[in-house]
């Protein structure tokens, strides 16, 4: 039986070779399979270091990918993807092709490139493909300003957001404010403050992005004040028993009205508008025996502001 074996062996494997040569009359590469040895065609490539798939940071990405191939063999690797790039591109022979990849501007997705190496066989042409996924990118959110201070008359205000975010909504808690957001650029109208204290709220912003396997969700906050009205250009007064007329400049950063319910003491105009206004007091004459005190409130919307007093002697009996 040895002798049989021994027999077909010596004849088997001169004839293997014979028929391992190809019409060009290369000699077909012989690699192992497993137990077995077979042929392969010499003109060929292929990955050394195949996967179906392989991932990359969303930054600063690189990665080595090792061509096996015939030192005849002319091949070349390419994508579809424009942010992929290839250093060399083809080549003869085995080489290692480094990748480079775009930093990924997106926070919120993921995304897949085909890169493909093709050669031709004496099948004609041939390829085999590998994908790249590239991870998100680590969330962005700026804004102009993260502070915001309204002047008393209140208005409209835009700040420009610069985000790789996705899903970017806006609110505000803030009765006095109205906050909107359209093509990251954000809109926010404060009323004008008719109180008398200083205003204060926030505008809320929050934004997806995808963590290393879920989605996520930020915040930022932006800062809203808003300065209380002032009313200036009035002090208290002494005026004689005889009377007096006199004028006082207001000042004011919004609109104004002015109150007295004394009938010997006259105003006007009894209201005025943001900026100056010349007022006229008139101070009747004091009869009585008895000194007498007075006031004007003035008032910024609703709410009273400033109170001037005012202080005449008593009139004398001649």
């Known amino acids: 039986m040895n002798k049989i074996r021994h027999y077909i062996t010596a004849v088997a494997l001169p004839l293997l070779a014979m028929a391992m040569i190809g019409c060009d009359g290369k000699l ?12 392969k065609d010499a003109n060929y490539a292929t990955w050394y270091n195949y996967e179906d798939s392989f991932d990359v940071d969303a930054s600063s990405a690189k990665y080595e990918l090792q061509v096996s191939a015939a030192s005849s063999t002319q091949w070349n690797v390419s994508s579809g993807a424009s942010w992929i790039h290839f250093s060399p591109s083809s080549g003869n022979g085995s ?5 480079t990849f775009d930093d990924n501007p997106c926070a919120y997705l993921k995304r897949r490139g085909i890169i493909t190496l093709s050669y031709d066989g004496q099948s004609g042409g041939e390829s085999k493909s590998t994908v790249v996924v590239q991870r998100a990118a680590a969330p962005e959110f700026d804004i102009d300003d993260e502070s915001i201070r309204f002047p008393v008359a209140g208005g409209t205000i835009t700040r420009r957001i610069i985000t790789n975010c996705n899903n970017v909504q806006v609110s505000s808690s803030s009765y006095f404010i109205n906050a909107t957001l359209n093509s990251n650029l954000l809109t926010i109208t404060a009323e004008p403050n008719t109180s008398n204290m200083v205003r204060s709220g926030n505008v809320q912003l929050s934004y997806d992005y ?14 809203i004040s808003q300065a209380k009205p002032t009313l200036t250009g009035f002090s208290d007064r002494t005026v004689s028993s005889y009377g007096e007329t006199f004028t006082m400049t207001i000042k004011s950063d ?3 009205t002015a109150r007295c319910n004394y009938s010997w003491i006259s105003i006007t105009p009894t209201k005025g508008a943001a900026g100056e206004t010349v007022l006229t007091v008139t101070v009747d004459k004091n009869s009585s025996s008895y000194s007498r005190t ?4 003035f008032y910024q919307g609703n709410s009273r502001e400033e109170t001037m007093m005012i202080t005449q002697g008593r009139g004398t009996l001649y």
């Open 254 to 256: 919004y609109d104004w």
């Open 294 to 297: 007075g006031y004007i409130y």
């Open 95 to 99: 080489e290692t092709v480094t990748c």
């Open 210 to 223: 995808l963590g290393y396997s879920s989605m996520h969700t930020g915040t930022k906050s932006i800062n």
């Open 28 to 39: 077909d590469e012989l690699v192992e399979d497993g137990n077995y040895t077979i042929s």
